[in-house]
């Protein structure tokens, strides 16, 4: 286990080095650069080159990858080009916002998902399963975009019950809680969409293996069947896709947090796309690998919690 | 369990009754019949949108032929009009019918659909399948190349694919497809995991069978059917995808209809003309229920145990 | 089972209910305004018409006191901005529309703009502003500074009060590169301290008031900032660090949610009524809409769409204004991709395109059609419809002569071109109406969508043989110059900037309108060189394209709003609340 452990965290290594090597170099390749993003159509040209040799634009790109390299290794993430904030600090005032978020969609994607996946498995072909079936994939259809503004049109426009945009203010619990509700019941429910389909297909799997009809056969109470030797088995999958969700959350929930006006760490990432901030860019990635690499691990050791015959 | 069953039993004579077993499970499956005929619909409107298969071999253009109005046609003065009898859907931001922008958008997004996961499917069940199965260095290596995939978010893949191949639908494709690789080779790298541990693949393994076999006959079966929900499940999100990676140069220009840029479009006039952005997105929904109930019925009967 | 899914429901509705709950709103009132809508008949241009006119009733209000003084909520106005998140509120190199908005409220100028009116000039920071004397062949402004004038207080310096130093430093920085993206507009001049409260500018070359104003007025390279803070935190800090003199001043940034600034108590013209702004980066416009709409926000960037201003102006107790100063979408033809090196070919394009079928795009009142390069409508120097239309130069829609005129260049069936357009609607919906209209006379265009900032970049590698270009300039000087000089040729040119056409037939005109003092000769110079421009068919002046603001009408700006060339309806010290 151990071992294990010490082999993953040095192969993040390498993983950290591939991305940030291909994310720094094809930043470069697309046209457009942070000095005429930042100073507009109406600056004269001194100025953009200017700008240019003031950003490091104009040294050999190799100098500019080892000294981008040699600042991370420093555990310096820069200053913005175009802000000229320093990152670390917008990280984190922006980090707690996806966090939450993050989590909190999780929950609601795990806590609705998987019981309905279970629900609907053990109901296959019948009414409630077509029903449920048909809703989760009205779920997978709908951008994230679209439920976010019926979401809001309901709850803060027709009902008035919660704000409609905005981060809220993170000291004060009662306005982040009600700010944080709609984007989170927004992306919940998209997950859950994916979720409750492969919960409903791993349980299907399992449900007709010989250990669990041995079981029946035993006269196990059908509860303690469903959720003692079935699910236990179908968990491994459902792990997996929890685990991928969390990935995909924290970088790809940008229209949900553009949608409620949410900063977040998605949004960052395609701003510095945007402006080609090639530092915030860089930095921002820097940040999401070690999330990607953190949830995938922890997924991986999951696994044999869940399932005891698989072992690292 | 199959094992036995599969391995002594004569080979034409297995194959035969299978088949007729196989196609009658499915076609007592009523959904995977309705998913089969929606699909087949679908298709049938991308084919006949217009007279192209007359048209193309004598050098002549097009005329719609399903599609009521040809779909490029603008009436700027009309835009945004609500739905009535001469435009069913109404008219988009320039004027443009919506029915026959979806009719021919169909080509587009059915091909990025399909196509794009076909291969992030089979990319990542490839990934997913070896790692599980071999472990050790082999899986080290792939699984940590699905990190570095992982970390991509669809918007820079798209970009990477764009500076280094070039703009293109089959680039968007390729970009799409390599996006949705790492979540179909983690799920099926933890089922082969979990699928490994069956007793089944012990006792294969102990007559002697070789890792191809093991992987092609126990593993592979026995995650198939996890791998074509998470297909139909990913399918709506390529279509979607297809609207960002457009709007950075990757994909189809204008103003070629595709439903993931015509939903796109159709949120800057969400409450004036809800209709831009609501057909489209319901072309998009039946599209996917037809490829789930599809993949369901394909999913019932390409389980292993399920055929018993 | 059921009975788990059961719980977990209520369990999760439990959770959203109990963060609901409200905060009840304290109210104290003692100032009533009654909004009331009066309708009147209008004679406008020969036909009545019913206007719907706002009378705002003020009515003073009684209150007794309670015992115990509630205290004040402070009067925040809340913008919603489409912006993703702040560039920098260095004046001087702001240039994205909601940068320029903040800078507008944090600093001032020699001069200003009248608020809501972006075609008068009036004193700012100076007392009046003044009449140039020649001295020795060149020209003398002398600036007298109003006294009092105090800068903001910042963590690094406390307020002091801007004087000569302040003004000469900050026009310096303006001329400068390394510090301004606005350098080119101050060749040639310089600006000296003659005591604190004097400054004397001197340009080398005299040039009349409406060229040398913009540069000392409230845009772009005419901010005056703070000396004593800029250098105590250095330029980077002082992007999000801003201290200027103006009726707000910097409070807080939170990155891609807000910039938060509050009155300045000790402001020249009076504190302002607001206590504070709140200037939120939503890019998203039905969040922005529905951010309204539910109470959340007072003011929002609404969209360059007719029907959604009409839509909006129905809701109860919403208003929205369009106003200027409009953007002016241009099509440059590249003179060096054949074909549109032929006059014939280009003129062809212009008369098989539909300036309504381009605007209908947009919608009244949201855009409106230009006829020459330097729009008529908010700068001396442009072409109204009548004048270009007795020039015979309005080259209004006619298929006939265009497939005439292609035929006599030899293009009888039309050809093909491939060009790049940036993924913004205000470009896209011009690229792909065009590409429509030129269908029809068999011109067939290839257009590839790219991130905005690509396409910037592109066009300026001179890339597109048909450059669609959307921008404002504040004078027809900076736009002839820019577009129509030799200079600006991209890539090729002197100073390479957005001549996309690679035209070089008006540079005479251009710099000897640049050098003549007398207003009516200039303006004439100006209309010559269009004039030269629309008969060679070099670009094809299509819309400018209007702000679109919406609030609730308690939100009363204190000025009337017709353009604003800070691009948003400029908030004052005279904006207030009244609920």
Known sequence: ?312 | MSLDSTDIVEPTFRLRSQRRRLANTFFRNRTAILGLILTIIILLVAFFADDWFVALPQGKTPTPLLAPYDPLLQDARNRLSAPDDDHLMGLDSYGRDIWSRIVFGARVSLMVGVSSVAIGGTLGVIMGLLAGYLGGAVENTIMRVVDVLMAFPSLIMGLMVLAVLGSGIFNMILAIGIVLSPTFARVAHSATLSVKSNEFVEAARSIGASRIRIIRVHLFPNILGDMVVLASIWTATAIRVEANLSFIGLGVSPPTPAWGSMIRDGTSHLFDAPWESLYPGMAILITVLAFNLLGDGLRDILDPKLQQ | MKRIIVLITLLVAVLIISACAQPTPKVVEKEVVVTQIVKETVIVEGTPQVVEKQVEVTKIVQEVVTATPVPKEPVVLRYADKAADLGTMDPHFAAATNDRNLVDMIFNALVRYKPGDGTQFEPDLAESIPVPEIVNGKQVWTFRLRHGIMCHPSDAVPSYELTADDVVFSLNKSATADTSAYAGEYSGMSVDKVDDYTVKVTMEQPISPVLFLPKVADYAGGFIICQKPYEAMGAEEFKTHPVGTGPFMFDSYSPQEKVVLKANDSYFRGRPLLDAVEYRFMPELNSRELGLRSGELDVINGAAEGQWVKRMNQEDGIRVDVYGVGEVATIHFNLTRPPLDDVRVRQAIAYALDRDEFLALFGAPVAANVYSQVPAQFLAGGLTKKEVDDLGLEYALNIDKAKQLLADAGYADGFSLEMVSSERESYLKNYQSMQAQLAKVGIKIKINTVDHSSMHKLIREDVNPIVIYVAWRPNADVYLTRFYHSDSIVVTGAKPDTNFSHYTGIDDLIEEARVELDPDKQIDLWKQAQIKLLTEMISYPLQYQNQVTARWDYVDYGHVLKSALALYPQITENTRIVK
């Open chain 1, 1 to 312: 286990m151990l071992k294990y452990l010490a082999t993953r965290l040095a192969l993040t290594i390498p993983t950290f080095l591939a991305v940030l090597t291909l994310v720094f170099f094809v930043v470069r390749v697309i046209p457009g650069d942070p000095a005429t993003a930042a100073l507009g159509d109406y600056a004269s040209q001194e100025a953009v080159t200017a700008l240019r040799e003031r950003m490091g634009l104009n040294d050999p790109l190799y100098i500019q990858y080892f000294r981008f390299l040699a600042d991370l290794a420093r555990g310096d993430l820069g200053k913005s080009m175009i802000t000229g904030k320093s990152i670390s600090e917008m990280v984190r005032q922006v980090l707690p916002y996806t966090l939450e978020l993050t989590l909190s969609a999780i929950f609601v994607g795990a806590l609705l998902g998987v019981p309905l996946g279970i629900y609907t498995a053990r109901n296959s072909n019948t009414t409630i399963d077509y029903i449920g079936r048909i809703t989760s994939l009205a779920g997978l259809s709908v951008p994230a975009f679209y439920l976010g503004i019926l979401i809001m049109l309901l709850f803060a426009i027709k009902l008035k019950l919660l704000p409609a945009v905005g981060g809220g203010d993170l000291n004060d619990f009662k306005s982040n809680i009600t700010h944080l509700a709609l984007p989170a019941l927004t992306l919940g429910l998209i997950m859950t969409a994916s979720v409750t389909r492969l919960t409903r297909s791993a349980m299907l799997n399992v449900l007709k293996e010989d250990y669990v009809r041995t079981a029946r056969a035993k006269g196990l109470p059908e509860r303690a069947v469903v959720f003692r030797h079935a699910l236990r088995a179908a968990l491994v999958p459902i792990v997996s896709i929890i685990g991928i969700w969390a990935a995909n959350l924290i970088a790809d929930s940008v229209l949900t947090e553009t949608v409620f006006a949410r900063p977040g760490l998605g949004k960052m990432l395609v701003g510095a796309i945007m402006q080609r901030d090639y530092t915030a860019l860089q930095s921002v990635m820097v940040i999401y690998t070690g999330f990607v690499v953190v949830i995938n691990l922890i997924t991986d050791l999951v696994y044999s919690l869940v399932d005891p015959r698989i072992t690292h």
